[in-house]
């Protein structure tokens, strides 16, 4: 029989493939509760599950190949919390977007690329994620984008060919 733990990751494990992966918005209905939070310092809080939903539909509809995989270390558990990093990244070349904390693309397809990583701590109860919180790199998408100012020489975060950050 699974432990709690494991059972937790098998849950985390299919949202993170279905939503941010494949960008299945309707996932949210099967594996978050009603009163689902989520939470993404580049994005502010998302209450609900039509919230989330709609966040995704919204960067994906201004970022089409958008992609996020998991990163280096495997999902981490304890009792009902479950911790994973990943990356993603992708190319404006769909509307004009506005979902950011600060700042804004008001142009369409200005063929942008972004690309970021970011850790987040999911809380299950019940078999059913209730959080989803965040810590990304949102001031590095910013910077990609010309939406703040671009970081001092040397001071970069930068990626190889395969979205691997570089240290």
């Known amino acids: ?28 209905d099967e594996l978050c509760s009603d009163d689902f939070l989520q939470s993404y310092p580049n994005h502010g809080p998302r209450h609900g599950k039509e919230g989330a939903k709609t966040m995704l539909r919204e960067f994906m509809e201004a970022f089409p190949d958008l992609t996020f995989r998991a990163y280096q270390t495997p999902l981490i558990a304890e009792g ?9 990244g992708g ?17 369409p397809n200005t063929g942008k690329k972004i690309q970021f990583s970011g850790m987040t701590i999911f ?5 059913k994620i209730v959080r ?3 810590e990304e790199g949102g001031i590095t998408v910013l910077q990609q984008l010309g939406i703040v ?10 990626y190889d060919k395969d979205g691997n950050q570089v240290y």
């Open 132 to 134: 989803e919180i965040a």
């Open 80 to 88: 009902d919390y479950v911790a994973a990093q990943w990356v993603g």
């Open 123 to 127: 809380t299950l109860k019940s078999g």
């Open 1 to 28: 029989m699974a432990t709690l733990e494991e059972r937790n990751k098998a849950v985390v494990s299919k949202y993170f493939e279905e939503y941010w992966v494949k960008g299945n918005v309707n996932v949210v």
């Open 91 to 107: 190319t404006h070349t769909g509307r004009a977007f506005d979902d950011f904390t600060v700042g804004e693309l008001k142009t």
């Open 149 to 158: 100012t671009p970081p001092k020489p040397g001071k970069e975060i930068v």
